[in-house]
């Protein structure tokens, strides 16, 4: 018995010694450091910087700044008062919120100051665009009226080519006058069957011309170019000789009979633009459905030969155009009707 309560005076007296043996931190030191530490965490989580890593390379950046001086200061006057640990961290937050605020501004001048930017250049290019155009036009009709001009010389001079006539009976289908209203006795897509394969490829260079330049009159000018093409593979295929039996005739196809090319072409010649238009429609979808006891071949044929007569049909209905006011023209003037027709085309 006296073992043990010896064994528990001592152990009892061990356990005093080492209470009185171990040092004390003061609450106000576990304060501070606790804070410290929710510092260091607050601007690691929401600002990404660390005293190792951040972008102002301040290896203090998350230990609190103290005006020792002033402290001391307010300390001698009995004014100092240290701050509590939420004292400390609301206002790290608040800094923070602060610094978020300022980022954000900063952010938001910059995603302006980017419109702005883009704003400036998109107006630049629209003026860049706007002034090309204008130049391109200008530079457009300044080939075109060039053109124009050369071709009135060359009439009135009399060594006109076929281009020239059919320039001039466009310009008067859109109301312009000349001393001599005379136009083309015949439709102009008929002026190729008179030409050699030579004269008829340097027309179509001079057709391409006013293709690229007489923007108005864009449509009239490339079915000039495509009954011009059209011409020029025929005579190719003429100067390559008669075509065997069976090879194609006329660029209509293997088997097609001479007699259907003609059907073809009364069949086509009598129908109007538009009714030309429904017609290859109608071909198209029956070949695709593909019905019973038709004649493939010759519908085909056909197809191929429609976008030939719309050509055809847009130049007749500006030549049209250009006849009535011709003998408009030659009426008010005290002359027959049919007095403006008489330049055929030979060309030089």
Sequence with gaps: CRSRSRGRGRGGGGAGAGAAA?????????QVKTAKKVRKELFAHDLGYTNESNPFGDQLLTDKFEWKKKNEYLAAAGLYKKSSREQEIERVESKI????QVKKRRDEREVERRLLEQQRLEHDKEMHDEEFGEWLTKEERFHLENAKVRSFIRIEQGRERPVDLVAKGLAIAEGEEFNEMTILDKQPHQLFAQMGLQEAEDMQ???????????LHKAFWKAMLYVCQDAIDAKQRERAGAPRAGAPLGGLGAGVAEGVVSEIHDLLSAKTKPELEDMLIEIKQSLQKGAEGMDTQFF???ASKVPLYMARAEIEEWHGRAQRRADAWAEAHGRGPGAAEGEGGEGE
Excluded: C
Excluded at 97 to 100: F, G, K, Q, T, Y
């Design 205 to 215: 260079l001079e057709i391409e011309n006013f293709v690229k330049h007489d923007t």
């Design 97 to 100: 919120r602060e610094i978020h």
């Design 22 to 30: 171990e040092p004390r931190v003061p609450a106000a030191a576990s």
């Design 300 to 302: 085909e044929a056909v």
